[in-house]
């Protein structure tokens, strides 16, 4: 997927900090990611950004550095503990919430119960599992009689295994050890055994299922799927109504997404249709956002909808798949092109670049400046009720949007606006530190979730393209396989509790009210291109020096036909 890429320079005024967006005519295939990324120190970092683009343009997986969770870029240094060596259990828990899975110090330990691990190829250290190979970690994930693997190791193993195989692949590996070590294709085969063993591997398939629904589009997934199924429920009755209601769930859930993927669809097809024509500046503007919905906390009501709503259909595989590299060991050439699936994380990535472009549209239609200014303070209190609510992704992209060239420059426009209220968001999302203080308020976000007696308290949706930084640099950080082959455990644990996280954010359900005549038209109503904005920008504030001037006159040729 192309997008353009672009920076964004801070500049000071009289009346606050703002920030020119610099386009730049390179677009990049992956570098979507940190469109938006626009307050990074440019001049401290400008040789990291050469270098993440290089890195990513070429494929390297190996890096000596990354940025930690809450300080500057540092070496890569994971802290101790991972997965503990199995004990052993006779009883199979619950699964608990992925809020529950892992914590500051390392994940719940022994919440299923295990064996003592027999098979060889993997490598503890105190107890922790730190590596081992492919097929040594698969065997880890097969339960038997006696063990249930834990759900932190199940999760991180299969959100990082794509990395090495295709899902489907790995899906047949489990099918054949469970058919062929657990005895199922024998008929004859101990029925006590088999009573001990069925109810265990459906609780693996159902958390797969569950977890990665998306995994089974593909047909290869879903047939193996069903044969194993198909083998347990042909033992006794309640394992055919618990097969039965599991491949119910998945099925539903599959339907779902594409009923959602031809809704995106249809909303792209629309509020793609940008303005790129701008014939003649309106006397009046006969509907903005303000006419719609003149309540910023109503507003700010409806793009947490949308939000949650796009993070909800966001897969954690995505976040590995949208870094996925060749496995070196791996002599599939179509591997990294088939396991590159990330729609919707990509969909989400969009919807933050519409939501920067609107804001400035609204801003720059207007034709009188005070209300212009009008609008400005608008989106202000809207961008402050999103960071009230713990939507600091919409609170980014309006500022984003304030911040883009053709609204900063409206010096007129700006200097009737009391600024006092944006000075102090600009403060919260200030990237001194690697975003300390936006990194502060989000932990306080996340305990209050944590603590939350009200699904309004629960809501926490991070500045996305903060998160997708943070987990390229943790995967460049440190590579995948070790030099002995083994696969790099320790770091997947890693990688597994920072998308864990998100997807406990992403289950909340929105406790607003529904607006569909704001929703539509947050999502549909056109929005000026860049150049429609730079010459709407100067028709309502006149160029100030030759460059603009050359720009104002290209634009007026190029859209209206005027000279």
């Known amino acids: 997927m192309f997008i353009e890429c672009s920076q964004f320079v801070r500049h000071s005024s009289q009346h606050s900090a703002r920030a020119d967006f610099i386009e730049s005519s390179q677009p990049y295939v992956v570098d979507i990611y940190y469109c938006y990324y626009y307050y990074y120190c440019v001049f401290q970092m400008k040789k990291m950004w050469h270098r993440i683009i290089k890195l990513l343009a070429q494929g390297h997986t190996e890096q000596q550095w990354k940025p930690s969770m809450y300080s500057n870029i540092t070496p890569v240094c994971f802290p101790s503990p991972l997965i503990e060596k199995p004990i052993g259990k006779e009883s199979m828990p619950q699964t608990p919430p992925f809020s529950a899975m892992f914590d500051s110090s390392g994940y719940n330990r022994n919440l299923y119960q295990s064996a003592e691990d027999s098979c060889g190829g993997l490598y503890y250290h105190d107890n922790n599992l730190l590596s081992g190979s492919l097929e040594a970690l698969i065997q880890h994930l097969v339960p038997n009689v006696d063990y249930y693997p834990d759900r932190t190791y199940i999760f991180t193993f299969l959100l990082s295994s794509r990395l090495f195989m295709h899902p489907y692949e790995l899906m047949a590996k489990v099918c054949h050890l469970c058919v062929e070590h657990q005895q199922l294709s024998d008929p004859d085969s101990d029925k006590n055994q088999m009573r001990k063993i069925a109810p265990k591997i459906l609780q693996l398939l159902t958390e797969w299922t569950e977890t990665f629904p998306y995994d089974f589009r593909d047909e290869r997934m879903m047939r193996n799927l069903k044969d194993l199924a ?34 995106l669809a249809k909303i792209s097809s629309t509020s793609t249709d ?52 060749k496995d070196p060991l791996d002599n599939d050439k179509s591997c990294y092109s088939e396991r590159k699936k990330t729609r919707n994380l990509e969909a989400y990535v969009e919807w933050f670049n519409r939501l920067s472009y609107l804001v400035a549209t609204e801003i720059c239609m207007p034709v009188k400046k005070k209300h212009r200014a009008r609008m400005i303070e608008y989106f202000i209190d809207v961008a402050r009720e999103c960071f009230n609510i713990g939507n600091f992704n919409s609170l980014m992209a309006i500022i984003s949007g304030m911040n883009m060239s053709p609204v900063s420059r409206l010096k007129k426009t700006w200097a009737k606006v009391k600024t006092a209220k944006f000075d102090i968001l600009e403060h919260q999302m200030d990237p001194s530190s690697n975003f300390y203080n936006y990194r502060t308020a989000l932990r306080g976000a996340a305990q209050r979730s944590l603590t939350a007696h009200s699904s309004r308290e629960k809501i926490v949706i991070p500045f996305f393209s903060l998160l997708i930084k943070d987990i390229y640099f943790l995967n460049e950080g440190c590579a995948n396989r070790l030099p002995n082959g083994h696969v790099n455990f320790e770091k997947f644990w890693e990688l597994a509790k920072q998308v864990s996280e998100f997807m406990t954010w992403k289950q909340v359900e929105c406790p607003f009210e529904r607006d569909r005549k704001i929703l539509q038209y947050l999502l549909t109503v056109p929005v000026f291109s860049e150049d429609a904005l730079y010459l709407a920008s100067y028709e309502s504030e006149g160029p100030e020096n030759h460059i603009e001037k050359d720009r104002w006159k290209s634009l007026r040729s190029t859209l209206l036909g005027r000279v």
């Open 230 to 263: 198909h083998r347990i429920a042909s033992g006794e009755e309640t394992y055919r109504k618990n097969v039965q209601q599991m491949m119910q769930c998945l099925i539903r859930k599959l339907a779902t997404l594409s009923q959602y993927e031809e809704v």
């Open 274 to 325: 940008r303005l790129t024509v701008l014939k003649t500046k309106p006397q009046s503007i006969q509907r903005d956002i303000i006419t719609i919905c003149n309540d910023p906390y109503t507003l700010a009501q409806q793009l947490t909808h949308i939000e949650l709503e796009r993070l909800n259909y966001i897969g954690p595989e995505e976040f590995v798949q949208a870094f996925v590299q």
